[in-house]
């Protein structure tokens, strides 16, 4: 065995968290290496360039709203440019419609928006995302799923409406919406400033923006100045001595370090081994968003000049976007349909994807390239977009501000954000604030 290695601080993951929080560590003059279990960084990004290298497509998180102020000034850091996303609807966010569903009428339309106020104001009723469960009607919103609240909503009376909502729910956490805890979504929506609307598909919305060039080269950018370890991952913590404590990698290389900040989704705890054991309180009762992200290239914007169809059967895909540069559908597939999926056959789902675009917008025309991405998987990550709590489970709700083990570990992921909870945002606001955390134990 090689000789252990000793570091003021090391970082686990090299997504957006841990390299905003090595940035940040770097920039204060504190001594920091990264690890990353991946042959690459970026963590729930992934860029890949195409058609001979002349395109980049993103294959994990790429959007970005006017308002996420963190990922823009590393944006301008880098000296990158922004692409506006593209709507060939003229109301992106009417999400059944989009994918064939009838359209709505105005009545149910109306009763939709009162809905989404009602969860506006009662996000708004939870005194900070970090405090929810001090709330009196915390524990009464736990027990329920959103399906449950939907289902017994008064207004929320006929299937249509019911379909809408579900699908809301789906599209923004990659989850059905009767795996998702009431409190839980009520808290995402906490998180988020100015509530629901900002979460919209369309201008203004939380996908307004993409980046030219890819997500995941931010994630590049910023691991060119620190100490970044790659094909590593984590497989021990022994943190029983006073002021040190002894990583096992899967190399068996051992590395001591006074600090250190898991930047990863809390659903991978239990892939480490902890010396002694977490409190039982860290291994929360949580489920993994389920994504399969594809992208199929055309060789035009079919779906700009033909109307939507309302189709019966319904295909994989439960959120569409297009790209024009290259010219694609960006079809996310979520919740039980991508578990389902990923254990498919990909020609069929490609057949399956395929179909359901020429029934959507009626044409025959054929993708000319495919890429598909399985979140699921991926086996450090588990899916994608973040970890949620299922109904009952949020009484062990972690406080966002305290760390994992006093003074020793901290949990650092979009999971774990006061801001921006599952989005780009929320992974650097909680890898920069648990960065000064450690800066101010040291």
């Keep these: 065995m090689d000789s252990i290695e ?6 686990v993951g090299a997504g957006f968290a841990g390299l905003s929080a090595a940035n940040y560590l770097s920039s204060k003059s504190i001594q920091c290496t990264v690890i990353e279990g991946r042959s690459r960084v970026g963590g729930r990004a992934l860029s890949q360039k195409i058609l001979d290298e002349t395109s980049i497509i ?5 959007w970005i709203a006017p308002n996420q102020f963190r990922i823009l000034s590393f944006i301008k850091q880098f000296n990158l440019d922004l692409i506006e996303q593209t709507w ?26 009162q809905i989404n106020f009602e969860w506006d104001q009662m996000a708004l009723e939870l005194p900070s995302v970090e405090h929810a469960l001090s709330y009196e009607k915390s524990s009464q919103w736990d027990r329920i799923s959103v399906q449950q609240f939907i289902e017994e909503h008064p207004l929320a009376n006929d299937i249509r409406i019911q379909q809408e909502l ?50 995941q080269q931010i994630c590049f950018k910023l691991s060119l100045s620190e100490d ?34 898991l930047a990863f989704s809390p659903s991978l705890l239990s892939t480490i081994e902890f010396l002694p054991k977490l409190p039982s309180n860290c291994y929360c009762p949580i489920t993994m968003g389920q994504s399969i992200k594809t992208v199929f290239i055309y060789s035009k914007p079919f779906w700009r000049h033909n109307q939507i169809n309302q189709c019966e059967k319904q295909g994989p895909c439960s959120n569409i976007f297009e790209s024009t540069n290259p010219i694609a559908l960006i079809g996310l597939i979520l919740g039980d349909h991508a578990s389902f999926w990923t254990h498919q056959d990909e020609d ?11 029934l959507l917008y009626n044409t025959n025309e054929k993708p000319i390239h495919t890429f ?41 992921s979009t999971e774990m954000a006061l801001q921006w909870i599952s989005y780009i945002e929320g992974a650097i606001e909680a890898g920069q604030r648990f960065a000064q955390d450690i800066i101010n134990s040291l």
Excluded: F, M
Aim: charged content about 25%; some cysteine; hydrophobic content about 35%.
């Design 6 to 11: 000793s570091v003021d601080v090391v970082i």
């Design 58 to 62: 993103d294959l994990g998180g790429q």
């Design 88 to 113: 060939h609807n003229t109301y992106p966010n009417l999400l059944g419609e989009l994918i064939g569903l009838k359209p709505l009428t105005d009545d149910q339309s109306e009763k939709i928006i």
């Design 166 to 215: 579900k699908l809301q729910i789906l599209t923004l956490t990659a989850c059905d919406a009767e795996k998702v805890s009431l409190l839980y979504w009520l808290i995402l929506i906490r998180s988020i400033p100015d509530g629901l609307k900002t979460l919209d598909d369309g201008i203004n919305g939380a996908q307004h923006y993409k980046i030219c060039g890819g997500s």
């Design 228 to 261: 970044v370890r790659l094909n590593d991952s984590l497989k021990s913590v022994d943190y029983q001595t006073n002021d040190e404590i002894l990583l096992t990698l899967n190399s068996n290389r051992q590395i001591k370090c006074r600090r250190l900040l």
């Design 348 to 358: 069929k789902l490609i057949e399956a994807i395929t179909e359901q675009y020429v």
């Design 372 to 412: 598909i991405q399985y979140w699921p998987k991926e086996s450090l990550s588990r899916g994608c977009y973040a970890a949620l709590y299922p109904p009952s489970s949020c009484s062990v709700w972690r406080d966002r501000k305290k760390p994992l083990i006093d003074g020793k570990i901290w949990l650092a």
